[in-house]
C-alpha cells in the first residue's frame, strides 16, 4: 500500500512539473507572439509613410496626393496600423502618451513648436536614427521629407516625443501594471475595430478651461464713456480631436449694468486656437433695468446670448495654458410687454466686451 501510495504522490508532482513547464512554455509563446505583432504594426507604420516621400504639402490635406503634417500622420496610421488618430497636432499631442526622449521608437510620434513659444505645432513619424518623416510646410525642400533631429532648425524646435502604439518588450516596464504584451495587442485590435476605446478617446480628448473677466462697455441711454458691467467666470469643456472643436459651458455673471445675476448655458464652437464663437440661453436672477435709467426691462431666456472670443498665444506651464482673453457678446433683453427695445437701448443693454485670463487644461490631468 505504502508503495502504491509512493507511486501515486511520483506521478503527480511529475504531472504538476508537467504542466507548470508548459504554461510557461505557453506563456512565453504568447508573449513573444504578441511581440511580433506589436514590430510588424511598427514597421508596417514606417513603410507606408516612406512610400510617400516625394509627396507635396497642402494645408488641410490628408492625402493622397497632398498632406499638411497633421494629415500625413492621420492617413499613414489608419492605412497601415488601422489607428483613427485625431486630425490635429494640438489633438494629436493631447492623445499620445508622452515619453521620456530617451525611450522613443521607430513609430512614435516626433513633437515641435515651430512657430515661438510652446505650442506644439508641427509632428513627424520618427523611424530611428535620430531621423523622421513629416510633411514639411516651408524651408529649402517641402512635402513629404526625410528630416534629421540632428539638424540645427529640427533640433532646436524640438519638443518631444509621444506614443500611440504599443512599447516594445524593452519598455515593458514602461507600460501600465495591468497591461502585459497580450493585453497590448488585444487593445490595438480593439483599436482598429473601435471597440472599448471611444469613451478613453473621449476623454484623452477632452479639454476644460475657466475663465475670469471683466466686463465693460461705452454707452448708457444717458450718456457715451466708459462704463464697468460687472465680472464674469465661464467653464468650458470641448472636444479637441477635430478642427471644429464643439464645447458646452456655463457661465456665472453679475450683471452690474442691469442689476441681476445672470447664467448663461453656451455651445460653443472653438475654430483655431485663438478664436471661439458661443450662442445659448439665458437664466436671469433679479429684476433687471435699462442702465442709467432705472426703467425695467425683461431678460429673454433664449435667444439668450451670442458672442465670440479672442485669445493670445498660451504661456504653458506642463499641461496647463494661460492666456489672456477678450470677448464680445450680446445678451438679449426686451421691453416689459415682450416688444424689442430701441436700437441704442438694446445696445446700451445687451452689448457688452469682457477682458480676461482663461486658464486651460486636458481633461485627463483633472483626473490624475
Known amino acids: 500500500m505504502k508503495i502504491m501510495k509512493r507511486i501515486f504522490m511520483k506521478k503527480s508532482v511529475f504531472l504538476a512539473i508537467l504542466l507548470t513547464g508548459g504554461a510557461a512554455a505557453f506563456s512565453v509563446s504568447a508573449d513573444a507572439d504578441a511581440q511580433q505583432q506589436i514590430q510588424e504594426l511598427r514597421t508596417s507604420l514606417i513603410t507606408d509613410a516612406k512610400k510617400y516621400i516625394g509627396t507635396p504639402y497642402a494645408y488641410g490635406a490628408v492625402g493622397p496626393d497632398t498632406f499638411d503634417c497633421s494629415g500625413f500622420i ?14 490635429t497636432v494640438k489633438a494629436l ?6 515619453i521620456p526622449d530617451s525611450k522613443k521608437e521607430p513609430g512614435d510620434i516626433v513633437f515641435f513648436h515651430t512657430t515661438g513659444g510652446s505650442t506644439i505645432s508641427h509632428a513627424g513619424i520618427y523611424i530611428g536614427n535620430d531621423q523622421f518623416i513629416h510633411a514639411a510646410s516651408d524651408g529649402p525642400n517641402t512635402g513629404v521629407i526625410l528630416s534629421s533631429l540632428k539638424e540645427n532648425y529640427w533640433k532646436t524646435a524640438y519638443s518631444g516625443a509621444g506614443q500611440f502604439l504599443p ?23 480593439c483599436s482598429k475595430n473601435g471597440t472599448g476605446s471611444g469613451f478613453n478617446s473621449f476623454l484623452k480628448n477632452a479639454v476644460v478651461d475657466a475663465s475670469f473677466g471683466i466686463d465693460w462697455n461705452f454707452l448708457t441711454p444717458e450718456r457715451f464713456m466708459l ?16 478642427d471644429l472643436q464643439p464645447g458646452i459651458g456655463m457661465m456665472l455673471r453679475y450683471n452690474t449694468g442691469v442689476g441681476c445675476f445672470q447664467l448663461p448655458v453656451v455651445f460653443t464652437l472653438t475654430l483655431n486656437d485663438y478664436l471661439r464663437m458661443y450662442i445659448g440661453p439665458v437664466i436671469t436672477f433679479g429684476s433687471p433695468e435699462l442702465p442709467d435709467t432705472g426703467e425695467p426691462v425683461e431678460a429673454s431666456v433664449f435667444p439668450g446670448i451670442i458672442g465670440v472670443s479672442w485669445q493670445t498665444p498660451p504661456l ?6 494661460v492666456t489672456l482673453t477678450q470677448d464680445i ?18 445696445i446700451a443693454a445687451g452689448l457688452v466686451f469682457s477682458t480676461g485670463i482663461r486658464v486651460t487644461l486636458p481633461f485627463s490631468g483633472l483626473l490624475q
Do not use: C, H
Open 74 to 87: 492621420f492617413t499613414v496610421s489608419r492605412e497601415s496600423t488601422g489607428y483613427q488618430l485625431p486630425r
Open 93 to 98: 499631442y493631447s492623445f499620445v502618451r508622452i
Open 167 to 189: 512599447a516594445d518588450q524593452n519598455e515593458k516596464e514602461e507600460q501600465p501594471v495591468a497591461e502585459n504584451r497580450a493585453e497590448a495587442v488585444q487593445k490595438t485590435a
Open 227 to 242: 462704463n464697468l458691467r460687472g465680472i464674469v467666470l465661464q467653464t468650458v469643456v470641448s472636444y479637441s480631436a477635430w
Open 316 to 321: 504653458t506651464k506642463g499641461k496647463v495654458k
Open 329 to 346: 457678446f450680446y445678451t438679449v433683453f426686451n421691453d416689459t410687454n415682450g416688444a424689442a427695445l430701441s436700437l441704442s437701448d438694446s
